[in-house]
């Protein structure tokens, strides 16, 4: 049984933008906060944006202004809005709880972003 699964990715020019969405399964959702992660070749997966339960958000510093996370309790999704896209952000990305215990990860969804 699938928890979390990702869509929205794909091939865009640098400087345009795409709309991640995560649909969640309603028991990990709605007690969690719920972040995105990336991974790009040869590096570590990094958390790059969450939103509580109560509706704060945080950022990494390199998406800081461009990336807006928000969610929807009536239908257990995660959204991550990303604009002036950059070659860096291309990667794989996740959504998940970001305690230390987590669900499986999803299938995730590529980005990837051409100069």
């Known amino acids: 049984q699938v928890q979390l699964v990702e869509s929205g990715g794909g091939l865009v020019q640098a400087g345009g933008s795409l709309r991640l969405s995560c649909a969640a399964s309603?028991?990990?959702?709605?007690?969690?906060?719920m972040g995105w992660y990336r991974q790009a070749p040869g590096k570590q997966r990094e958390l790059v944006a969450y939103?509580?339960?109560?509706?704060?958000?945080t950022y990494a510093d390199s998406v800081k202004g461009r990336f807006t996370i928000s969610s929807d309790g009536a239908k257990n999704t995660v959204y991550l809005q990303m604009n002036s896209l950059k070659p860096e952000d291309t990667a794989d990305y996740y959504c998940?709880?970001?305690?230390?215990?987590?669900?499986?990860w999803g299938p995730g969804t590529q980005v990837t972003v051409s100069s």
């Open positions: 309603g028991s990990i959702f709605s007690k969690n906060a």
């Open positions: 998940n709880v970001v305690t230390f215990t987590k669900p499986a």
């Open positions: 939103v509580t339960t109560w509706g704060s958000t």
